[in-house]
């Protein structure tokens, strides 16, 4: 398996909004290596601003679509990452943690995850996860559905083996 990973030619590319705070970026840079062992390189950019064209003020709150099209945009051809502080809302839902696109890329929101590291890594593995293939799980697993912070708690700061099996089919078939 280490092998083939080796030819892997997955970039990711993390946009990160200089409000985040409880992100210590070289520890994401080596949460991401470690959990996805796949990734041929990651850069960071910690100075995002995030687009005031995006923000709805009716709502109060920044529209997701409106950010991932705007990050995709600066992706290049790599997968991105984008953690912001504000809050998000997708289409009638009331707030989303963040989104995933599969070979896109993720957008997610500290927002509502209680300015707490596992909290922020769960997401991550869910949402990066979705855009790396997988899709909902019900074993107890990162890509379990959460509506809530609830939710969020229950969430296994992991993937269960068979998602661990699919990530690996989907990173082979990247190369
Ligand atoms: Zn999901
Ligand atoms: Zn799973």
Same mark, same amino acid.
């Given at each position: $398996? #280490?092998?083939?990973?080796?030819?892997?030619? !997955? +970039?990711?590319?993390?946009?990160?909004?200089?409000?985040?705070?409880? =992100? *210590?970026?070289?520890?994401? #840079?080596?949460? $991401?290596?470690?959990?996805?062992?796949?990734? +041929?390189? @990651?850069?960071?950019?910690?100075?995002?601003?995030?687009?005031?064209?995006?923000? !709805?003020?009716?709502?109060?709150?920044? *529209? @997701?679509?409106?950010?991932?099209?705007?990050? @995709?945009?600066?992706?290049?051809?790599?997968?991105?990452?984008? !953690? !912001?502080? #504000?809050?998000?809302?997708?289409?009638?839902?009331?707030?989303?943690?963040?989104?995933?696109?599969?070979? /896109?890329?993720?957008?997610?929101?500290?927002?509502?995850?209680?300015?707490?590291?596992?909290?922020?890594?769960?997401?991550? =593995?869910?949402?990066?996860?979705?855009?790396?293939?997988?899709?909902?799980?019900?074993?107890?697993?990162? $890509? /379990?559905?959460?509506? *809530?912070?609830?939710?969020?708690?229950? $969430?296994? /700061?992991?993937?269960?083996?068979?998602? +661990?099996?699919?990530?690996? +089919?989907?990173?082979?078939?990247? @190369?």
């Amino acid at each position: $398996m #280490e092998l083939i990973w080796r030819y892997s030619r !997955i +970039k990711l590319y993390i946009l990160v909004e200089s409000r985040v705070s409880e =992100l *210590n970026l070289p520890d994401l #840079e080596v949460f $991401m290596s470690k959990n996805f062992t796949f990734l +041929k390189d @990651v850069i960071l950019d910690q100075n995002f601003d995030v687009p005031k064209e995006c923000w !709805i003020a009716s709502r109060n709150q920044y *529209n @997701v679509e409106c950010l991932f099209d705007y990050v @995709v945009k600066k992706r290049f051809n790599r997968i991105v990452l984008t !953690i !912001i502080s #504000e809050d998000i809302y997708l289409r009638d839902l009331n707030y989303v943690f963040g989104i995933g696109v599969p070979n /896109a890329g993720s957008v997610i929101s500290t927002f509502r995850l209680e300015n707490n590291i596992e909290n922020l890594h769960k997401v991550i =593995l869910h949402e990066i996860g979705h855009v790396f293939g997988l899709t909902h799980c019900q074993s107890p697993c990162s $890509m /379990a559905p959460s509506n *809530n912070i609830y939710d969020v708690h229950q $969430m296994q /700061a992991s993937y269960c083996l068979t998602c +661990k099996l699919k990530l690996n +089919k989907w990173s082979i078939s990247q @190369v």
